[in-house]
């Protein structure tokens, strides 16, 4: 069978096993709409949240990420992972205690402040809708290659496809969806990893492949690693090119993000009870430190493998760099997509990939006769490339193109389920129409969800110049506003709805503002972005971390000076902490 | 009377939770920013089999731990609700 046909086969495959869960578990009322009616065991909590969580940049990006970036590359690992022991800790038992339906819900109640509720609706449908656009994109990306359909074609299909779930099954249809697509995404992720660590060390456990000798020379992949990417003027893998601040700031930021991420909190209010909402965070990190661990063995293996095809001798010497009418069928695919391009400088026929803007290996390469880097590698097709580059059967690539599309469906409508509730339960039902009926809220909340797909779709297929420049900001805006409001409303009893308010409107123009001056969201850069202008050293994908010490010095300050929060929220608070 | 005791347990519980959450994150605080960021350089030193132990810590070795912690969590935090009657029927 060729490998269109096959895709085709494994992608509807999944695809009809979602719209039958979709059917399966139609929502009745707004509590399945929103939280699933509260009944979804802790088990499926967790891989719903896993792959509500897993986005297209977790299963398509980020082992590419990390094979350019090596050891800069461990801030995504530590920080979307240990989001959760801070998330499992200090927010979801909590919330889930709390007992209502959204986190703006919590927000408002907790500051008993109608403000603070739309302050908080305002962040988060910022940070979702930033969020949802990168997934149309992975969905564009993985159909246009894989079922050579054009972009539009493949977003169309996929917006049917979570419309379909969304809209009819609510939080219901997607945690169920969710648990499937889970499943598939993991077994997409592993299964190439296995055999490429095999193919490379002998060892089909990636985790101890990390670890292992390269078959044949009898050096650990990471030394060997470190060897062929110093000897080509790059940085070596494990040690980093960021400042130690930097790294600091990026890691507490995209970990306070996580926490603070409205559509993976809202997963905690769908568990039965306070120990189910515990017992869920551990298994979603479960779930998810699956492909977390595996991903940077993913990273290394593929990096060797790519450097190994196209510097197939020693560095210098006059036939080691792949000859390009030699170059491997993968090339050529990818070739076509227009992700992975070769430009002949010196006009020899030969590919030759190095860094070119490393000064002290110019010399060297000037006297090889090389006149810059030839080949420009996206890093979003590490992944996808991978099991063509290891030479792996048919059916591992359909997969893979199968796992791209469940990880970018399953985010996506998660984060169009929270901007619906926020609208039709947070703005319409709370705020501006509060006498509308529950099978009025209900359909207001499906009417929002489409309008969203719509949205979401348009964004698919008109990125805005800023949408990669801006997920540092839904992280850094969630770190600087969400999270600070929710845990104060949890843990310090005296901060009040002055304090929240003005706590989160500073992290919340500080992050944004820093970030708008060093990239373009809405206006042009003011200051140019890098590390000697920045403030202390710290990138604007770090700033958000400021940005939540600023929330929380504030926050805490203007409560000391205001009176205390009224006797019935100092209850309240007293109450979400216990279980019974 | 009763309204006195339910409170004074539920202080109780607080402070024996916020030891517990004290302790759980130094350690998440030690593996991720202490062993993954600050100190990976002298850790770098030290191989770990294949591996350079900071850059084990800050790739593998600090999400092994962070499942460990809530692991530890959700057992400590049972025995805390029984302990102090605040179990969920």
Known sequence: ?????????VVGLT???YIGIAIWSKARSTGDFYVAGKGVPAIANGMATAADW????????????IAFAGYDGSVYLMGWTG??????????PYLRKFGKFTVPDFIGERYASQGARVVAVFCLIAISFTYVAGQMRGVGIVFSRFLQVNIETGLLIGMGIVFFYAVLGG??????????????????????????????TGNPIPHFAFGSEVAGTGVNLLDRLDQVVTDLGFNAYTSGS??????????????????GLPH???????????????????????????LYTTAPAVGALSRLNLTNTIQTGAVGSPDGNLRYDDRPEWFRTWEQTGLLTFEDRNGDGRIQYYNDGNPDFAQRAEVLGWAGNELTVDRDIMVLANPEIAGLPNWVIALVAAGGIAAALSTAAGLLLVISAAISHDLLKSVFMPGISEGQELMAGRISAAFAVMVAGYLGYNPPGFVAQVVAFAFG???ASLFPAIFLGIFVKRVNRQGAVAGMLVGLFFTYGYIEAYKKVFFPPLIENTAEHWFLGISPEGIGFVGMMLNFAVALTVSRLTPEPPVEVQRLVEEIRVPN | MMMESRSRQQAAYWRDTLRLLGVLLAVWFTVSFGFGVLLVEPLNRLPLGGFKLGFWFAQQGSIFVFLILIGVYVVRMGALDRKHGVEED
């Open chain 1, 1 to 9: 069978m060729s490998l269109e046909t096959l895709t085709y086969l």
């Open chain 1, 15 to 17: 695809f009809a096993v």
């Open chain 1, 54 to 65: 897993m986005s297209a940049a977790s299963f398509i990006s980020m082992a590419g990420i």
């Open chain 1, 83 to 92: 989001g959760y022991v801070l998330l499992a800790l200090l927010l979801a």
């Open chain 1, 171 to 200: 939080m219901k249809g997607i945690t169920y969806t969710q648990v499937a697509q889970y499943c598939v995404l993991i077994f997409a992720y592993t299964v190439p990893a296995v055999f490429i660590s095999f193919q490379v």
């Open chain 1, 242 to 259: 960021k400042s130690t601040i930097d790294v600091f700031c990026i890691t507490a930021a995209l970990m306070l993000g996580t926490a």
């Open chain 1, 264 to 290: 993976v909190i809202v997963r905690f209010f769908t568990v039965p009870r306070v120990r189910d909402a515990r017992k869920s965070a551990g298994w979603a990190l479960l779930f998810i430190a699956l």
């Open chain 1, 477 to 479: 805006l969630a770190a």
